[in-house]
């Protein structure tokens, strides 16, 4: 198993090996943990974990739930909710009871209303902000109101959170956690399990974090049973599911911006034709904040961007005439074109070269009516650069 070794600091020429802390000891407990995450937000990798999570905001600790209080409580600007519970580690026991509790805080909270959810918040964060919004907008001034209140509303009748158990030192095999969350339906969640050692340096008042991510759930969602006039169960696919099981919660959201900008066919479309580019050809959607579902494709030198589909349906470009060999970027931008009747503009830096028409980008909707044409493109491409990257 892969792991993390004792950091080493290097002053000068001479090298400091930092010394483990435990947490258990002095004031490095669970109460420091729990300061450490609400006062410093940046510590926690939620942009690495669910991307449309990210920009995370510390809204309370130890709010009161039906389960009892939950250690952490976050917030961004789409009113995504990001539940957090710290423990330091003993045994194997303990890790599971820690599990269930974080899921009986999520199904607590998923019963509450907007007005309900924004109560119990402002009671535990004992500060004179009147409302959640008040909150959020002193950082992102920007914000609408009425949509950050309904897209909160949303993703808790939903029950969509982002559930984060975190500790010192956590090990849990993968598959039986997996099981284990199976008997918890009701709630579309992703869990991610993060460990942060803690090292102090011997010669310093000085610490060091090193926070990383162990375990990370696809969306485990909700399944529903159904009784036939015949007797027999099925189970039936949740309402208004428009992607498979198995993504996450990131992706899952990005299909929902698109279907509301573009249509539901346009989404599902997108979607089959992003599976279909995985099986033959390795492409990796990587959602960015809920905003764009980027195309790329890693290699042994770098990783290449082919599209990236912005949630109102526009597809931009990211360098991919500067990250390949420049000849082989732009040929593939200008057989691009004509599939959408559009043209290659290198107006900008080449960084932003792309396909536009009359100086606009072109709706997803078109490179999908060229969708075989696109995908063979696109292994054209990776064939010339694996033959250049292999010299």
Known sequence: MKQHTTPVVVQGNQAIRLQKVLLRENIYNENWIQDLCFN??????VDEIEPSFGGIIPICKELNTASGPCDLLYLNEQGFITIGECKLWRNPEA???VVGQILDYAKDIAKWDYQKFQAECLKARKGEETSLFDILKEQIP?????????RVQSNLSRGRFLLLIIGDGIRENMEDLVEYLQGHGGLNFSLSLIEIPVFKNPNADQVLLTPRILVKTKEIERTVIRLTEQGAVEEVQPEGRTTPKGQTLSEKDFYERLDKARGHEIAKNLESFIRVLKETSGMLAVVGRGKRLSLNIKSSNDAYNFASIQED???????IATKTDREIGVEYLKSLAP???GQFDNTYKPWNWCVKRNGKYIMIDEYLKSSEEWKVLIENTLEKIQQFEDG
């Open 40 to 45: 410093n937000p940046t510590l926690v990798p």
């Open 95 to 97: 890790r599971r009871k």
């Open 142 to 150: 920007e914000l609408e109101e009425d949509e950050f209140i309904d």
């Open 313 to 319: 349906g526009e597809v931009w470009f990211y360098g």
């Open 339 to 341: 599939l959408v009747n």
